[in-house]
């Protein structure tokens, strides 16, 4: 078996004892400088500038937050603040349905309240011939009702006069008319000169002055309240008298200031004695009512029964606001008091349609022939 005997080559071993020189970082290979880059006095610098970089973004993030809810605060208290200074226009009217027009805009009909920004207003009321003008100043914070009732159109009571309710929240304000005192509230005034005219109220150190507007044969009532600072409420609230069969005047303290025939009446918060009358039906009602404010107070009045007589010739079925009775002649028919609508039928006469007034005062009685053609 031959032997190889060439030589290996011969590999070079460093000398142990001989220096190692320090290379410089920067001319290592990349994988040092990712090695050199993980040594832990790189990463401390590292972490350091992490940290402050989260803690300038965190400044920040409070910093713009902090803007953000101040400016929410700010509209929030804007918004607060606008409805703690708006004011509030009521417009009621005999009869009620009327359009109303504010500042030429339409905004509903009456009875119609509205939240409005303080300041001067022009109101139309109806249209045509009935329309009529109502110039209100609104005070931060305070309430204005005027209330119409067009009982008679300029035409019918030429040469006539009005009338002026004025009530008040506080009440026992003094009240001037033209610059002349006349009393304090609550007050009326009859026999007023048709047009327009101002009316004031001392408030405290200050005077508030309404301009209204009267026609002729018209009444006209006004519920004011004097504006208090950082209150969005008013001491005022409604009355609202139902299912009466006849309409029934309301009084208070021999006052007249309203009627059923208006779906609500706004008056001064608190308790109030009210009579409620109708002299043409002998009814009388005394009721202690407690207003709320900025609510209707429902109020229901209970009117007696009268009775009713009926008789047609030569006879007749009845019927009595649509439900049947019998056949004349009929006696001591008990009915609540008020208007009610009456039904004559015969087979071969035909039938009469009648109208009676039931009262507390006496017997209602009706009787008609139809025998006879109606007029």
């Known amino acids: 078996m031959a032997v190889d005997t060439t030589e290996a080559p011969a590999v070079e071993t460093p000398d142990a004892a001989a220096p190692i020189a320090d290379e410089p970082l920067t001319d290592r290979p990349d994988g040092l400088d990712a090695f050199a880059a993980e040594t832990p006095a790189a990463n401390t610098t590292e972490a350091s500038r992490f940290h402050a970089r989260r803690r300038s973004f965190v400044i920040v993030a409070i910093a713009v937050a902090g803007i953000a809810a101040g400016a929410v605060g700010v509209v929030a208290y804007q918004q607060r603040f606008a409805r703690s200074r708006s004011a509030l226009l009521t417009i009621e009217t005999v009869p009620s349905g009327l359009e109303v027009a504010i500042d030429g805009q339409n905004r509903g009909v009456t009875p119609l309240t509205l939240a409005l920004p303080p300041r001067a207003y022009e109101a139309v009321v109806g249209s045509g011939s009935d329309r009529r003008t109502i110039k209100a100043t609104l005070a931060a914070g305070a309430a204005m009702v005027q209330r119409l009732e067009l009982t008679a159109s300029p035409a019918s009571s030429e040469g006539s006069r009005g009338v002026i309710r004025v009530d008040t929240v506080p009440s026992t304000l003094a009240v001037k008319i033209d610059g002349v005192e006349r009393g304090v509230s609550p007050l009326t005034l009859d026999n007023v000169t048709p047009g327009e005219h101002d009316v004031a109220l001392a408030s405290g150190h200050e005077s508030l002055h309404r301009k209204v507007t009267v026609h002729a044969g018209e009444t006209l009532s006004l519920l004011l309240t004097a504006g208090v600072p950082g209150q969005a409420s008013v001491s005022a609230g409604w ?13 208070e303290e021999g006052r007249l200031i309203g009627s059923t025939e208006s779906e609500r009446l706004l008056m001064a918060a608190g308790s109030h004695t009210l009579d409620f009358v109708n002299p043409d039906v002998g009814f009388t009602e005394r009721l202690a009512v407690n207003v709320t404010p900025g609510k209707v107070s429902v109020v229901r009045v209970k009117v007696p029964n009268g009775t009713l007589s009926l008789n047609a010739q030569p006879w007749a079925q009845v019927w009595v606001d649509g439900t ?21 039928r015969h087979p071969e006469l035909g039938e009469r349609r009648e109208t009676v007034m039931v009262t507390a005062l006496q017997p209602a009685r009706l009787g008609v022939d139809l025998r006879r053609k109606s007029q």
């Open 239 to 251: 009355v609202s008298v139902v299912d009466t069969p006849v309409p029934l005047q309301i009084r």
């Open 324 to 344: 049947r009775v019998g056949e004349t002649p009929i006696g001591n028919l008990v009915r609540p008091i008020g208007r009610h609508e009456v039904v004559f």
